[in-house]
C-alpha cells in the first residue's frame, strides 16, 4: 500500500497528557498538510510541511499544538496538555507538487483522538 | 464565517437514479474546485475538480458543474449506484493556494 499512512488510527489520552500522531506520505512525496475535523464539521487546515521546513502553520493553535516533517522518518503533529475539546479526527496529506494549481492532495485514513 | 456552504446534510436516492449535491461559495477569489469522497474511518478520496475557466467536467458517472456568477457548483452522478454512499466534501482554492475550504459535506445514501 503506498498510500498515506496514520498512526495510531484511534488514540486515547487523559486531560493533561501528550498526544503524538504520526504521517507517513506518499512515496516520493515531501508535502505534508495536516487537518482537524470536528463533529459534524468540514476538515480544517492546520499546518503545511515541506522536509524539515514549516510553510504554513496558520490554522494551527498557537499554544500546546506543534509539528514536524524531519528530513527522516514520518511527520508528527504533537499535542501537549491535551483538553477535551481536542477531540478530533486529524487526518494527513501529502501531495507532490505543492502549490502547483492541479496539486492533489491525498488524505490518509486519520487518527480519531479522545481525550478523557 | 463559512466560505464554503453545502446545505443538505444528507441526500437519499434510489439506485440508478441521478445524484445532484450542490456547493456554494462566497470568496470570489476561489478559481478551483474539488470534490472528495469519504468514506466512514477512511480519510477523504478525491474524485473530480474543476477550474474556474471551465464550467463543466465529466469522469465516468461523475461531473462536475461550476457556475461562477451564481458562485454555485454541484455534482452530478448518474447512475447512482449504492456503493456511491459516503460523505461528499466540496473544497475550493484561491489562486496559488494550495490550502483548500471545506464545505460540511453532505451524506449520499443510494439505496436498493
Known amino acids: 500500500n503506498a498510500g498515506v499512512m496514520q498512526n495510531p488510527r484511534h488514540l486515547v489520552r487523559r486531560r493533561g497528557q501528550e498526544a503524538r500522531l504520526r504521517c507517513s506520505p506518499v512515496k516520493g512525496h515531501s508535502h505534508v498538510y495536516w487537518y482537524r475535523q470536528l463533529p459534524e464539521e468540514g476538515l480544517k487546515f492546520m499546518v503545511y510541511l515541506q522536509k524539515e521546513n514549516i510553510i504554513d502553520e496558520s490554522g494551527m493553535p498557537k499554544e500546546r499544538f506543534s509539528a514536524e516533517f524531519p528530513k527522516e522518518g514520518p511527520s508528527i503533529l504533537r499535542i501537549q496538555q491535551v483538553v477535551r475539546g481536542d477531540s478530533a479526527a486529524y487526518f494527513c496529506a501529502s501531495s507532490l507538487h505543492g502549490g502547483a494549481e492541479t496539486d492533489t492532495q491525498y488524505f490518509g485514513p486519520g487518527t480519531r483522538l479522545t481525550v478523557l | 464565517d463559512q466560505q464554503v456552504k453545502q446545505n443538505s446534510p444528507s441526500l437519499s436516492v434510489q439506485e440508478g437514479r441521478i445524484s445532484i449535491l450542490n456547493c456554494d461559495y462566497t470568496n470570489s477569489m476561489f478559481d478551483y474546485f474539488l470534490w472528495y469522497k469519504k468514506y466512514p474511518a477512511e480519510g477523504p478520496t478525491f474524485l473530480i475538480s474543476?477550474?474556474?475557466?471551465?464550467d463543466k467536467n465529466e469522469d465516468g458517472r461523475f461531473t462536475v458543474f461550476l457556475n461562477k456568477s451564481a458562485k454555485h457548483l454541484s455534482l452530478h452522478i448518474v447512475p447512482s449506484q449504492p456503493g456511491d454512499s459516503a460523505v461528499y466534501f466540496c473544497?475550493?482554492?484561491?489562486?496559488?493556494?494550495?490550502?483548500?475550504?471545506f464545505g460540511r459535506g453532505t451524506s449520499l445514501i443510494v439505496h436498493p
Open positions: 473544497a475550493s482554492r484561491s489562486g496559488g493556494s494550495y490550502i483548500p475550504t
Open positions: 474543476i477550474s474556474s475557466i471551465k
